[in-house]
């Protein structure tokens, strides 16, 4: 197979239509069996529940390619699962059991010409969703539906590698308990678009969401999980039920404790223990991890000791660990990674 005559080196994380994209229809009832197409766009009626009422959840993961020149998936099971949890509290019908992972798998095998070269930093991306594609007016869930997977090259999230960014505390809030904040969907990113841009154009990379209840405990970004790093070493991570519960910060919990002999704490965070933290990042798919060198509370600055030129070293041990299992280097954990190709 021929690779595309692309720059891999200096991909941004743009979407780029790719050749292949998968497609089922939900109608009277069912799936459809679901099939490869070539066509990005869709024709939808003006009315239909994703336009609407925001009828939507979606999932993101990555397929790589190995040392050994393999294409992997990463953990596409914990996805699939995860898109079930969130398509439940959308009122959106869960796909047939082994579904998500056959339209992947489909989707990266039939795009393998668009699947960055080891080495060039680059994954492609593939984005999997569930949108509401039957006519509501009257507030209700829809009657048809379609799950795509699509797939589009990307680079490294950061451009300039993982220079650590200042984020400030967000005045307002992401997610109410009780709510949708666990749960993966559009809506929930809608509505943090303000905040996220008010935060840039204040020179801030991103907001730090405190629990809207009681703005004390520290909940995550607007599409980040922290993890932070205790001066004795250990690894901490915000518990909270309206936190996205985020496969990279599951994994790199396992990662630290068998791979690095780390004690970890998943537990609350007081937004007060955040200056004893010695390290502390962000953590999703897109990034894996991006270093936070400062955090900015309505104008007192908070400096993690890690400073504003690279990573601190256990957060580094934490990247270079889950990364080079990412790509065949490192021994994975039974089931972690699906061989595509
Ligand atoms: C997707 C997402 C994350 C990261 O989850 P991963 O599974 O690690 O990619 C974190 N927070 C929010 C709000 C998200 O939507």
Not at 10 to 37: A, C, I
Not at 101 to 109: D, F, G, I, N, T
Not at 230 to 243: F, Q, R
Not at 282 to 308: F, N, Q, W, Y
Request: net charge negative; with cysteine.
């Amino acid at each position: 197979m021929e690779k595309k005559n692309l720059d891999w080196g200096n991909l941004g994380f743009t979407y780029m239509p790719t050749d292949y994209r998968y497609v089922s229809h939900y109608k009277d009832g069912q799936w459809d069996d679901g099939e490869l197409v070539t066509e990005e766009k869709i024709v939808l009626n003006e009315c239909a529940g994703v336009f609407q009422y925001a009828q939507t959840v979606f999932e993101g993961l990555k397929a790589y390619t190995t040392e050994d020149g393999h294409i992997v998936c990463f953990r596409p099971n914990m996805n699939a699962e995860r898109l079930q949890g969130s398509a439940e509290k959308l009122e959106i019908p869960t796909l047939p059991e082994g579904r998500f992972e056959e339209a992947v798998e489909k989707v990266v095998k039939a795009n393998a010409a668009w699947v960055p070269p080891y080495g060039s930093g680059a994954t492609l991306y593939i984005r999997p969703f569930i949108m509401g594609s039957g006519s509501v007016i009257g507030v209700a869930p829809s009657d048809e539906y379609q799950f795509r997977v699509f797939a589009t090259p990307v680079g490294p999230y950061f451009k300039d590698g993982a220079k650590p960014i200042t984020i400030r505390v967000s005045d307002e809030d992401r997610a109410a308990p009780h709510g949708t904040g666990n749960i993966k969907a559009g809506l929930n990113y809608a509505m943090s678009l303000h905040s996220t841009m008010d935060a840039h154009r204040e020179g801030f990379d991103e907001n730090m969401y405190l629990d809207s209840a009681t703005r004390t405990y520290i909940e995550e970004t607007g599409g980040a999980n922290f993890i932070f790093i205790t001066k004795d070493g250990k690894l901490v991570t915000p518990k909270s039920d309206s936190i996205l519960p985020s496969i990279t910060r599951r994994s790199l919990i396992q990662v630290a404790e068998e791979y690095l002999g780390l004690t970890v704490e998943h537990r609350k965070v007081k937004f007060s223990e955040l200056e004893d933290f010695v390290e502390v990042g962000l953590c999703g798919t897109a990034a894996v991890i991006s270093p936070v060198g400062k955090v900015v509370d309505h104008g007192r600055e908070i400096l993690i000791p890690t400073g504003m030129e690279e990573m601190g070293p256990v957060t580094r041990k934490l990247y270079e660990t889950l990364t080079g299992i990412q790509m065949g280097k490192i021994e994975a954990p039974k089931g972690w990674i699906k061989t595509i190709v």
